[in-house]
């Protein structure tokens, strides 16, 4: 968060207008680099991906212009939308964070401050395929965030998404190209996991089996180093 907070003000509208650009900070410290893509429309508001920490999870940020009196409602999170692809409600955000709050834990997942917010986008492990969000806003045109507003009704603002992918590419450390063959392999994988923990619930006769399944699925994924038929194989012996 702190590293965010320190490049709100290190935006170059005049640069960004033409599209995304690429933003180092080196920590004064630890003369570590830190990368962010950001893109800002002629409203002066802006739109920011980032990992907040080296191989750690990737965040976005969207922020209204100082110059601008609005300021983003606290009760309702912004949406944001790619060209044709659903709506993307941070709203789930919101409530992942507060729940995880709930339960203990101190990570955020959603903050919000007037002029801006900040959300988890991906978990950040490429061996684990990107968030589709992040491939939506690196393969599209267009994008539009609606901000609702304290005083009633809600606004839309613009940002292109030309050289996204190559801004969020360097950035974030991956590649600007996106293998769909692998992203599908991923998900695939993902869902055979999935099938396999509604499996354990649907075989469930006692808190036991259903602890000892679990147990078993993670033996499995853990073994099958990515590999679906390995999985399967492990698991459904």
């Given at each position: 968060m702190r590293f965010l907070i320190l490049f709100l003000g290190l935006a170059v509208q005049s640069a960004a207008l033409a599209g995304w650009t690429v933003e180092s900070h080196t920590d004064a410290m630890t003369d570590?680099?830190?990368?962010?893509?950001?893109?800002?429309?002629?409203?002066?508001?802006?739109?920011?991906i980032y990992r907040i920490a080296p191989g750690g999870e990737v965040?976005?940020?969207?922020?209204?212009?100082?110059?601008?009196?609005?300021?983003?409602?606290w009760r309702d999170p912004p949406i944001f939308r790619v060209d044709k692809h659903e709506p993307h409600d941070l709203e789930d955000e919101k409530k992942l964070d507060a729940l995880l709050k709930k339960l203990g834990d101190s990570g955020d997942v959603y903050?919000?401050?007037?002029?801006?917010?900040?959300?988890?986008m991906?978990?950040?492990?490429?061996?684990?395929?990107?968030?589709?969000?992040?491939?939506?806003?690196?393969?599209?045109?267009?994008?539009?965030?609606?901000?609702?507003?304290?005083t009633g009704g809600?606004?839309?603002?613009?940002?292109?998404?030309?050289?996204?992918?190559?801004?969020?590419?360097?950035?974030?450390?991956?590649?600007?190209?996106?293998?769909?063959?692998?992203?599908?392999?991923?998900?695939?994988?993902?869902?055979?996991?999935?099938?396999?923990?509604?499996?354990?619930?649907?075989?469930?006769?006692?808190?036991?089996?259903?602890?000892?399944?679990?147990?078993k699925r993670i033996k499995c994924v853990k073994q099958a180093d990515q590999d679906i038929q390995v999985f399967k194989s492990c698991f459904y012996d």
């Open positions: 570590e680099v830190k990368k962010k893509a950001t893109v800002t429309n002629d409203l002066g508001n802006s739109f920011t965040w976005g940020n969207f922020a209204l212009s100082e110059r601008m009196v609005d300021q983003v409602d903050k919000w401050e007037p002029k801006w917010v900040n959300f988890s991906w978990h950040g492990d490429p061996d684990e395929g990107i968030a589709p969000v992040l491939v939506e806003i690196m393969e599209g045109s267009k994008l539009i965030v609606r901000y609702h507003l304290g809600y606004k839309d603002t613009t940002f292109t998404l030309k050289g996204s992918a190559d801004a969020i590419a360097e950035a974030v450390g991956i590649s600007p190209t996106v293998d769909h063959a692998e992203q599908q392999r991923v998900q695939a994988f993902k869902n055979a996991v999935l099938e396999a923990s509604d499996q354990c619930k649907q075989d469930m006769t006692s808190m036991s089996d259903f602890k000892a399944c679990m147990m």
